[in-house]
C-alpha cells in the first residue's frame, strides 16, 4: 500500500454473538470497499460464536479483533487462529506508513490497568516508524465522553493516548455511547458501537 493511500476500515464492537449483525457489517464493509474490518471487542454472546467471522472472511476482508469483557483474550485467539485474522492484544500491524495496536478486555472484568497498558506499550514499541497511529481498545478511557453512562473509563488508556499520541482512537463497550467522539488531546476518541463506524487515516 502506498503511503498517499488512505486507509479506510470499517470499525464495531458489541457484536454480542448476533450473526445477522455479523452479516450486515460484512455487507456494509463490501459496499464501502474498505480495506480492513476492526472489531473492539465484545464479539461473542452466549450462544454464537461460529458464524460472527465467518461472513466477514466469507467476503475475504482482512480483520483485526480483541477481546472485550465478555470473552477472553484466548478465545479471541481462537477466533483469530481459525478465520486467519489478527488479535490486536498486545500486537501491532502496519498497513504502508499507518500502523494499529490494541489492548482488550475491561478493568473491573477481566483485565487490569497495569495489563492494558503494558499491551499497549507492548504493540506501540513497534511502531516508532509509521506516519499515522490508530489505537484500539475495548474499554474506554478515562475523562472520555463515554464516561456520561456513569462508567468511569481506563486510566491506563488514557495515560496510552497521552504517551504514545494516537492519531485515532477505536473503542466499543459502552453501548448507549455509540457513534460519540471526543478529544483527549490530539487524538480522536470514537465509540464506534454495533452498527460500525467508516474510519478514513
Do not use: C
Not at 479506510?8 to 450486515?24: N, Q, T
Not at 487462529?81 to 498497513?95: D, E, I, P, R, T
Request: hydrophobic content about 40%.
Amino acid at each position: 500500500m502506498k503511503s498517499s493511500k488512505k486507509l479506510k476500515i470499517l470499525a464495531a464492537g458489541d457484536l454480542h454473538g448476533d450473526p445477522a449483525l455479523a452479516k450486515k457489517l460484512a455487507e456494509k464493509a463490501r459496499k464501502e470497499n474498505v480495506d480492513l474490518v476492526i472489531l473492539a471487542g465484545d464479539i461473542t454472546g452466549f450462544i454464537e460464536t461460529k458464524n460472527i467471522i465467518k461472513p466477514f472472511k466469507d467476503l475475504n476482508q482482512k480483520i483485526l479483533l480483541l477481546h472485550g469483557n465478555w470473552e477472553d483474550a484466548a478465545t479471541a485467539d481462537f477466533l483469530a487462529q481459525m478465520y486467519h485474522a489478527k488479535n490486536l492484544n498486545s500486537y501491532s500491524v502496519k498497513y504502508g506508513d499507518i500502523g494499529i495496536f490494541g489492548a482488550g478486555g475491561a478493568v473491573g472484568f477481566n483485565t487490569t490497568e497495569r495489563e492494558i497498558f503494558n499491551a499497549l506499550k507492548k504493540g506501540n514499541k513497534y511502531l516508532q516508524d509509521v506516519n499515522k497511529k490508530v489505537m484500539v481498545t475495548h474499554m474506554h478511557p478515562l475523562g472520555s465522553k463515554s464516561e456520561f453512562s456513569g462508567f468511569k473509563g481506563s486510566k491506563a488508556i488514557r495515560k496510552a493516548i497521552l504517551e504514545f499520541k494516537p492519531d485515532i482512537l477505536i473503542h466499543s463497550h459502552i453501548h448507549e455511547a455509540e457513534g460519540i467522539e471526543g478529544k483527549i488531546g490530539k487524538t480522536k476518541v470514537i465509540n464506534v458501537g454495533r452498527r460500525g463506524k467508516i474510519i478514513e487515516i
